[in-house]
């Protein structure tokens, strides 16, 4: 309604409102525009500009409000909006104010259930008796509203559906340029491209196909316009340089009259589907290949009948067959004699097998074939369901294994000499503990036989050596020089027969379980200068220099009497073996095995032949014929047991005859 007509439509509806009762006599004019304020489908109310009280409504407003006229009469102004909507409203008495009009969309409107719903409001001002009023239309736009939410619910479900789909959705024309009118958001993804891009220019399309493809369109064209419908396959070159296949369907769509109107259809990358294909048709000439040069048998079947519908060379070889054709006349059991050797038929056998390879993927059996001649031989059969294509295929690898089977009856022979061989060996395992029981007796016996011995021999030998230093003494008269010469040979032979006895014992005693070591944390210095110190004597009769090289105040955990006794053993050795004026000595140090005590000297050396000679008890380099270094042979074989005892090792280096040597013994552990 125009606003020229509400103001002829408010002088109009002023008068019953201010001469309500002087209804007789109404001008027509002003009972028509009665009638049509009370019969109005659209919400009409009168309100006081001032106090935005309300002083007519109709009944399509009172209906609209959910109330009866008197009610709403009460609520004014301010009871018909919820409060968030009043400074808007407010806004508009004032523009009415000050002599404007008022239009408004979509205003917050109250109920009296508390409910809200939207009204379109078009007022403008009147005079009424002096007072300054607005008159008011409303239209409820409930169900436009209602209408609108549902056409963007589904605008953006479409839009959902359309961007989401793995299809671009597209339509053109059907005529003359063929521009491209319609274009799903998801080409982007898909193709690289935006829809604008496709829509300014007719002929991108057909510009980004791939050269050898673009050839093909004008047939699919025809097809298209004959048939109503067409799809095919083409590469579409990505925006990022890459062609990727497209499927292509599409639809012609006719006017009524039967005329071309639009064509419309969607675009599917299938790039992963062609290079799946690709692979696949790689894979299949792969198998073709490997199949026919496989040094096995195979074959293929196809189920229920499982017919053999090919076979590689050797599978025709293997059977006598003439040629592949032969072979494929064939199927499982007419290759197999009629019963198996667990006496059940082949062909009933066989089936069971197909049966389980077809539910189960694969089956692995042993059985026994025929050849076309007649000649029956055990095999090993695989058989495996393969798919080629769309085909459910049996693929059976065959192979020959009669060499197995004689092979295996070797072992079973061989197997039952080795258990005879075996009962023999537990025989003489019995004979060996009971010999290796006697042996330690034996052992037991000799051992305590040298330690008794050594120390029946050890008393009169102390007695011996004693008095031959009192003689030297010359404690009981003058001696002259011969006597002076015996008496010296009778002592230092003496001192050597001792050394023998205590060697043979301590040998007896390293041998015993009961002989453990005790470490301890020690001055390690101390012990190197006291066994120099008791060489010393020897030493210098020989004119030798002897020196010890190690750590200042160096400490080590482990049984120093021990430790002691095997070096003064090396020291010793040494001495006795290193020529007039030449050195000798004890050299430590820490290495990556452990503490490295090393005993060297000048002396004669040894050579490379004999380095495995050492270490053996009562063993020497010399022939005994030719002897000039005294000595019973024990003294390395010790020094090497007390060195396991102490958990380290002993060994021996020398760079040949007339160069020395050096003895290491080998701690474990590092200096404290």
């Known amino acids: 309604m125009g606003d020229e007509h509400i103001q002829d439509f408010n002088e109009q509806a002023i008068a019953p409102v201010a ?18 304020f009370g019969v109005s489908a659209e919400g009409i109310m009168i309100a006081d500009i001032k106090s935005k009280s309300l002083i007519r409504a109709n009944p399509a407003f009172c209906r609209m409000f959910g109330h009866e006229e008197a009610d709403v009469l009460k609520l004014g102004i301010a009871g018909l909006h919820p409060p968030e909507a009043l400074p808007g409203i407010m806004v508009g008495f004032a523009v009415q104010a000050s002599g404007g009009n008022y239009w408004d969309t979509d ?3 109250l109920r009296k259930d508390g409910s809200v719903f939207y009204a379109d409001i078009h007022s403008s001002r009147t005079e009424i008796e002096g007072r300054s009023c607005v008159i008011g ?33 597209y339509t053109y024309r059907a005529s003359g340029d063929f521009k491209t009118t319609f274009l799903s958001g998801n080409v982007v993804s898909i193709m690289g491209y935006h829809p604008e891009d496709f829509m300014a220019d007719p002929g991108f399309w057909k510009g980004h196909l791939h050269p050898v493809d673009a050839a093909r369109i004008p047939a699919h064209m025809e097809t298209l316009f004959a048939k109503g419908e067409d799809s095919y396959e083409y590469r579409f070159l990505h925006k990022d340089g890459t062609y990727r296949w497209m499927l292509d369907k599409s639809r012609l769509v006719r006017d009524e009259s039967g005329q071309p109107l639009e064509i419309v259809g969607y675009w599917l ?30 074959t293929t079947s196809e189920p229920p009948y499982c017919a053999f519908t090919s076979g590689n060379a050797a599978a025709v070889s293997m059977f006598r067959a003439k040629d592949e054709a032969e072979f494929l006349k064939l199927a499982p059991w007419d290759l ?13 056998k066989a089936k069971e097998n197909i049966e389980m390879a077809i539910r189960l993927g694969s089956c692995r059996f042993d059985w026994t074939h025929r050849r076309l001649g007649g000649e029956v031989f055990p095999a090993e059969v695989l058989m495996s369901r393969i798919e080629l294509g769309k085909k459910i295929l049996l693929q059976g690898t065959i192979r020959d294994i009669t060499a197995r089977k004689l092979a295996e009856a070797e072992l079973v022979r061989l197997h039952l000499e080795a258990l005879e061989r075996s009962r023999r060996l537990e025989e003489q395992a019995v004979e060996l503990k009971v010999q290796k029981a006697l042996a330690e007796a034996a052992g037991k016996a000799k051992s305590a036989f040298l330690a008794n011995m050594t120390h029946e021999m050890n008393t009169p030998l102390n007695s011996v050596i004693g008095f031959s230093e009192v003689l030297a003494d010359q404690t009981f008269g003058a001696l002259n020089d011969k006597q002076k010469q015996y008496i010296g040979n009778i002592h230092s032979s003496g001192r050597q027969l001792l050394a023998v006895i205590e060697n043979l014992f301590d040998l007896v005693r ?50 120093e009497k021990l430790l002691k006794q095997a070096l003064l053993l090396l020291l010793s050795n040494a001495v006795k073996f290193t020529p007039p004026g030449g050195r000798a000595g004890i050299r430590v140090q820490q290495a990556a095995a452990g503490v490295e005590l090393s005993v060297w000297d000048t002396g004669i050396g040894i050579a490379a032949e004999d380095m ?14 030719i002897k000039k270094y005294p000595g019973s042979g024990v003294g390395l074989f010790l020094a090497k047991k007390i060195a396991e005892k102490l958990g380290g090792s002993l060994r021996a280096e020398s760079a040949g005859p007339g160069k020395g040597s050096a003895f290491t013994i080998t701690l474990p552990g590092s200096f404290k």
């Open 19 to 36: 001469a309500e009762n002087k209804k007789p006599g109404m001008p027509a004019s002003a009972e028509l525009c009665q009638k049509l």
């Open 107 to 109: 205003v917050p409107c």
């Open 336 to 348: 197999s004699p009629e019963r198996q050797p667990d006496g059940r038929l082949s062909s009933e």
């Open 612 to 625: 495995d000679k050492l270490f053996q008890p009562f063993g020497q380099l010399e022939a005994f014929e």
């Open 137 to 169: 239309m409303f239209h409820d736009t409930t169900l436009r509203r209602r209408s609108e939410e549902a056409l963007q619910a589904q605008e953006r479900r479409l839009n959902f559906l359309l961007n989401a789909n793995p299809a671009t959705i």
């Open 510 to 559: 390293f041998d015993s379980p009961e002989a453990v070591a005790s470490p301890a944390v020690f001055q390690l210095k101390p012990v190197l200068e006291d066994v120099v110190r008791l060489s010393g004597t020897e030493a210098a009769a020989r004119g030798l220099h002897l020196s010890v090289e190690a750590p200042p105040d160096c400490q080590l955990e482990s049984d």
């Open 269 to 298: 990358d299938i790039s992963g589907r062609k290079r799946a294909e690709e692979a696949l048709k790689n894979s299949e000439r792969k198998y073709r290949v490997l199949f026919e040069n496989s040094g096995d048998a195979l």
